[in-house]
């Protein structure tokens, strides 16, 4: 897919917008986009792992959620439009146990009111561990509370 991004990505603006949110309580940071992705790494921790010492699936899918909403409104006028989440799934394939995973959100359909994103989260040996499909709604902006 040719450029979907309707600017050169920040890899620290992302940063910074995640601030105090869930995306910075899990250790989630954005590291690299291109034309049409953007990755972003999330540690196997305390706060990722689900009681049996696993990455937890849920961990996986906020950060595919994380990766692919944000993908979506870099394709966007933020002023005028957003993209929220639709509809997420995951196929959870590798346990992990510690270290940190990587997850890229690469665009499968940009259009006007519908994007479809396809993320893939791989452990430190760039082995499969999630992949997951996200649809965004692209919907009217709302002025912040």
Do not use: K
């Not at 590291?31 to 849920?58: C, K, N």
């Not at 993908?71 to 006028?77: K, P, R, T």
């Not at 690469?106 to 499909?133: K, N, P």
């Amino acid at each position: 897919m040719a450029q979907v991004f309707r600017e050169a990505v920040s890899i620290e603006a992302l940063n910074a917008l995640s601030r105090t949110t869930l995306i910075d309580h899990l250790g989630i940071v954005f590291t690299a986009a291109g034309e049409d992705w953007v990755s972003a790494t999330m540690p196997v921790d305390e706060r990722t792992r689900q009681p049996y010492g696993i990455l937890h699936g849920g961990a996986s899918v906020v950060l595919a959620e994380t990766l692919g909403s944000s993908a979506g409104n870099l394709c966007v006028d933020t002023t005028r439009q957003v993209c929220v989440g639709l509809e997420i799934n995951a196929n959870h394939i590798r346990a992990v146990r510690g270290g940190v995973v990587t997850g890229t959100a690469r665009a499968i359909h940009v259009g006007r009111s519908t994007h479809v994103w396809d993320i893939r989260i791989e452990d430190e040996g760039g082995r499969l561990v999630c992949t997951s499909r996200l649809t965004l709604a692209v919907v009217p902006a709302v002025a912040p509370a």
